[in-house]
């Protein structure tokens, strides 16, 4: 009996072991070996399990780590390694048990989640840029990781885990092309405009040359007196044998073509000249209002850019005045600031664009000399829905009152919310209300039948 009880026991153990290392090999087989995450295996698994059977449902995002690339070019491979384990613990943080986290290649995550209506997608989607989007110190220094995400519906975008994975894809392409940090939701459109995407990239390289490109200007009305006190200039691209494109698709693809330094040249000269021209013939108060991206600051060529136009237009630098988006001010490379500072010695103004969209981080406004907020259309658009809604946008009058900065509102599109703006103190409206923006001989026209005439010096 001694020798069976031993028998017993070796056979025991050894069955232990075969249990056991059996599940080591299906842990590495199914498991990442950085992160200990599992993988794309597991994820299809778990989306055929949540949707069999009725009322089966399943969303699947895509998940890009923005700028994992010059993490890993900078601090080296072994940080980069570091900060994913660290983005790992955050995501897992930020999904629940009704989901499966995995990773699917260096900086890429994928979610398979149980839900798979919008409220709850969105939902996940934030808790990821709040939690995962925490500062992180590797290396003596503090990373903000922000990502990029597209998300595909079960059985709305395809029925198997492949094609929503596909389609989690091109959606997460959007994302980024649209300028990262945030997510997209996938819809049919999304294909053929990756397609368009890709072919309209090379076409831009002729735009200018070709003569495509077109400045269109939208009127600037000062809320007191209803007169038009300046323009903003607009880019618009009309391709030859093509519908128009939105310089919200362009522009970003001039940035990473390198297309923006010339194409942007070209604008502050356009409107430089223009503004020019119509200073001395009817409007001698005309001013203009001209965009400028990140990517211009970059080779430090935007001082020079800005000098030409003013030298070949004669304009004066009071009348030029340049919309910066906040994200911009945040680049401490390129001497963003430095290159501010000699633009304001000539004398030409600057404004923050889409103010309130995104990071509003108060604390630059004090340092940098910039005189106008330009309050984001998205809060104009809303501010007459609730009460809520317009206490914010009063808010965001409040602090520019106190730190002294003229405010512009854009995108006005009803009597209703003027009225408001002027109870706020807001000085200056722009928005469809009065004129969406449109060609030289339209602007005019339009400038000239307003309430008579802009207001003459
Ligand atoms: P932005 O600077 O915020 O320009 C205002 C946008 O709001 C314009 O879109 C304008 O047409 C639109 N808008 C004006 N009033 C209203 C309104 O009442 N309601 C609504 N719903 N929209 C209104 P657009 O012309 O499509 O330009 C889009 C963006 O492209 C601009 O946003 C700007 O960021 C960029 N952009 C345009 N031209 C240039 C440029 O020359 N250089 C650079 N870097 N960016 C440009
Ligand atoms: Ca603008
Ligand atoms: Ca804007």
Redesign the pocket.
């Known amino acids: 009996p001694q020798d069976l009880r031993t028998m017993l026991q070796r056979y025991r153990d050894e069955n232990e072991k075969v249990r056991k290392s059996e599940a080591e090999i299906s842990r590495m087989v199914h498991h990442d070996f950085l992160t200990g995450l599992p993988n794309r295996l597991i994820a299809e698994r778990d989306f055929n399990d949540f949707t069999s059977g009725p009322g089966g449902a399943a969303s699947v995002f895509f998940i890009d780590l923005d700028h994992f690339k010059a993490v890993n070019d900078t601090l080296g491979h072994a940080i980069g390694d570091e900060l994913l384990k660290a983005i790992t613990l955050k995501l897992s943080a930020a999904v629940n048990r009704d989901a499966t986290l995995c990773r699917v290649g260096g900086d890429e995550f994928l979610i398979v989640s149980r839900r798979r209506d919008e409220e709850t997608v969105h939902a996940i989607a934030e808790r990821i840029r709040v939690h995962a989007g925490e500062p992180v110190e590797m290396g003596g220094r503090v990373i903000m990781p922000t990502f990029s995400i597209g998300i595909a519906r079960f059985p709305d975008d395809g029925s198997d885990f492949e094609t929503l994975a596909r389609k989690a894809d091109i959606a997460l392409y959007n994302a980024k092309a649209a300028g990262r940090n945030m997510f997209r939701l996938y819809d049919e459109g999304m294909n053929s405009q990756t397609l368009t995407h890709i072919y309209m990239s090379g076409r831009l390289r002729e735009a200018l040359t070709r003569g495509e490109m077109k400045?269109?200007y939208?009127p600037k009305i000062a809320l007191k007196t209803g007169l038009v006190e300046g323009a903003?200039?607009?880019?618009?691209w009309f391709p030859e044998g093509g519908a128009p494109v939105?310089?919200?698709e362009f522009?970003p693809m001039a940035e990473i073509t390198g297309q923006?330094d010339e194409?942007?040249r070209w604008?502050l000269r356009e409107a430089c000249l223009q503004c020019r021209a119509w200073q001395m013939d009817r409007f001698p108060r005309m001013k203009i209002s001209?965009?400028?991206?990140a990517a211009?600051f970059k080779r430090g060529n935007l001082v020079k850019a800005v000098q030409d136009a003013l030298d070949e237009s004669g304009l004066a630098p009071a009348c030029l005045e340049l919309?910066l988006?906040e994200s911009i001010l945040l680049h401490e490379e390129f001497d963003v600031r430095g290159q501010i500072a000699r633009i304001r010695e000539m004398g030409v103004t600057f404004s923050i664009?889409?103010f309130g969209k995104g990071y509003s981080n108060l604390g630059y406004l004090g340092k940098l000399d910039i005189g106008t907020l330009?309050i984001?259309?998205h809060f104009i658009?809303h501010m007459m829905n609730t009460e809520r809604d317009k206490a914010l946008v009063g808010a965001i009058f409040a602090i520019a009152k106190a730190l002294n900065l003229k405010t512009v509102a854009?995108?006005?599109?009803n009597e209703e919310s003027i009225k408001a703006l002027k109870a706020f103190g807001c000085s200056t409206g722009?928005?469809?209300?009065w004129s969406?923006?449109v060609e030289p001989a339209a602007f005019e026209a339009y400038a000239a039948t307003i309430r008579g005439r802009v207001r003459r010096a």
């Open positions: 400045v269109y939208q903003e200039a607009l880019l618009r939105s310089p919200e522009i923006i194409l942007g604008v001209v965009n400028v991206s211009q919309e988006t664009d889409d330009k984001d259309r658009a854009e995108g006005v599109e722009q928005g469809f209300y969406r923006p």
